[in-house]
């Protein structure tokens, strides 16, 4: 079975400044797509990138970008140039390319902003 | 932006009771999924919903819990002797497609609380 790993229960950083949250999973399928959401404390959950497993490029949407570790099962998500409303709980999810349609989740890292 | 509705935002039951909590998907996805998370533990998947059936249901999607597309918009989870352990929040969501490369969009959520 897939698992997500997030090491990171809360991160903090500077406003303005570059924060990394890391993610890890364990699977043993090749094709797969991985996500992060984004849980505001208005709680609705919110796509904030996705990468396929057979693109070697990593994803990038305006100041979020990942670095996409394939051997290593990493999928870190980097967000430059902080802002107040970046802050909120960031969860990883990885879905199959097989049959289910479930995403699997990490238990999320709650990021501060410091203004 | 078209948005997945949710209602309501906060649900009190008492344990023994049934529940039925309401999303309206975007009006255009023909994917449906119920997840849900229980205080301070990870979003688990519950069930996914495709052409008035079920595609995909977890181990925690037992014979209490059902879905139901009842008209064309409204897509429900009823849950039918409530207990304890149910509380959690529970979040609905939905797919243009079951294509893997889709995101889910979420709802805000249902926070459900059994007394």
């Known amino acids: 079975a897939q698992t997500v790993t997030q090491s990171q229960p809360e991160m903090s950083v500077q406003e303005a400044e570059t924060v990394t949250l890391s993610c890890t999973y364990d699977t043993s399928e090749s094709d797969y797509y991985l996500f992060w959401y984004k849980q505001p404390p208005s709680r609705q959950m919110i796509l904030v990138i996705r990468q396929e497993a057979y693109k070697q490029q990593n994803a990038t949407e305006n100041r979020f970008s990942v670095n996409f570790q394939k051997a290593a099962k990493s999928f870190s998500l980097k967000i430059s140039d902080s802002q107040l409303g970046d802050a909120a709980m960031y969860f990883c999810?990885?879905?199959?390319?097989?049959?289910?349609?479930?995403?699997?989740w990490g238990a999320g890292t709650k990021l501060i902003i410091k203004p | 932006e078209p948005e997945v509705t949710q209602t309501p935002s906060h649900q009190v039951t008492q344990m023994g009771q049934e529940v039925i909590l309401r999303c309206v998907p975007i009006s255009n996805h023909l994917y449906f999924y119920w997840y849900r998370q229980i205080l301070g533990q990870k979003v688990e998947f519950l069930v996914s919903?495709?052409?008035?059936?079920?595609?995909?249901k977890s181990e925690i999607f037992d014979d209490q819990f059902s879905v139901e597309r009842p008209d064309g918009s409204n897509f429900t989870l009823k849950i039918r002797s409530t207990k304890l352990e149910d509380s959690a929040m529970y979040f609905c969501a939905s797919s243009e497609a079951g294509d893997r490369t889709q995101p889910q969009h979420f709802g805000d959520g249902t926070r459900l609380s059994i007394l």
């Open positions: 999810a990885y879905r199959s390319a097989m049959s289910n349609y479930q995403l699997i």
């Open positions: 919903f495709y052409n008035n059936e079920i595609s995909e």
